[in-house]
């Protein structure tokens, strides 16, 4: 097995140790880092959220006058809440060729890989340059990074390739599928049960929503359409939550149903919701106004990102390619910033090292030879991007 060198270890421990969880403020990190690329020469700009809590971090290595790679990842991690680890989440412990660690997969290992090449690619004179971006608020709906693509892409020169580092094996993945998530809170009328034909029983109209999306779900599945690239090859409907009612011998009064679209790129979640929506206002809301006219349906977006769709002839796929070495491509359910960047029209791909299998879960963990595979790949980016 390779082994990664001292510095990618290393840093993968600090990053590790500093704990991101989503609800957390960054900075620490964030300027952890801005610190770091200092003591190398590297002017690092923070774009900060609306309360100045967390940042992005973008630095450019090499001439500012012309495009380069991007490498891109967020600095977020899942909670670890209700979790059974065997280990301190946030110190990184290695055992039989692995890193365990909240992060390690996804997606400190990348972001660590990147920052410990910093020295390499400073001495390098790079003829193209190599830009780090970093985010926050990926792991709550791709939220963070969404100003620093907007500053990004607004300028007249911008990145020509981006590269994702979540973890896919360091398997180039040039397709991902997109997500919209939705609530829809139901308003009834509460009564006695005994007489609930008085009523409108909110539960029972946010049952008949599920139901529907449900058979939306099954009718994706069966009819299409498929790409059998993806698994599951089709465009999926979720509900994940449902809560409602008080007592049984009341007639509910408030319900809300948590659902999402996963789509295949390309296709068109709002329709489906649409199809949702409209069941509900011309089907079930006349029988609710029937009985009392201050009933019905409020639906409320909770996120949304798009797929990622990249031509498998784009520069950035053979760029890519070429780093890894592979001569195979493919496409991942999961969901990434990568979307996000392809739409505001930088080419993208997604390759890190690590498994989705391992993420978000107890007992994180990158393999050792994962980390010098990434490390491999970084380094024969510098001989491309040389002088
Ligand atoms: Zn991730």
Known sequence: ????????LQMIERLVAFDTTSRNSNLALIEWIRGYLADHG?????FFDDDGRKANLFATIGPADRGGVMLSGHTDVVPIDGQEWSTDAFRVTEKDGRLYGRGTTDMKSFVAVALAMVPRFAAARLATPVHLAFSYDEEVGCLGVRRMIDAVAARPIRPTACIVGEPTGMQVVVAHKGKL???????GFECHSSICHTGVNAVEAAAEVVVRLKRIGRRLREEGPHDPAFDPPYTTVHTGVVAGGTALNIVPKDCFVEFEFRHLPGADPRALLAEVRDYAETVLLP?????????GFT???MSSFPGL???EDAPVVELARALSGANRTGKVAFGTEAGLFEAAGIPTVVCGP????????????VALDQVAACEAFLGRL??????
């Open 181 to 187: 998530s939705y609530r829809c809170d139901v308003r």
């Open 309 to 311: 769709g990249t031509p």
């Open 382 to 387: 510098i001989e491309r991007l040389g002088a």
């Open 354 to 365: 690590g498994s989705i299998d391992q993420a978000h879960k107890p007992d994180e963990f």
């Open 287 to 295: 029988e609710m106004r029937a009985v009392r006219a201050d009933t």
């Open 299 to 301: 639906w409320t977006e």
């Open 1 to 8: 097995m390779t082994r990664p060198s001292s510095a990618a």
């Open 42 to 46: 590297i002017a690092a700009e923070l």
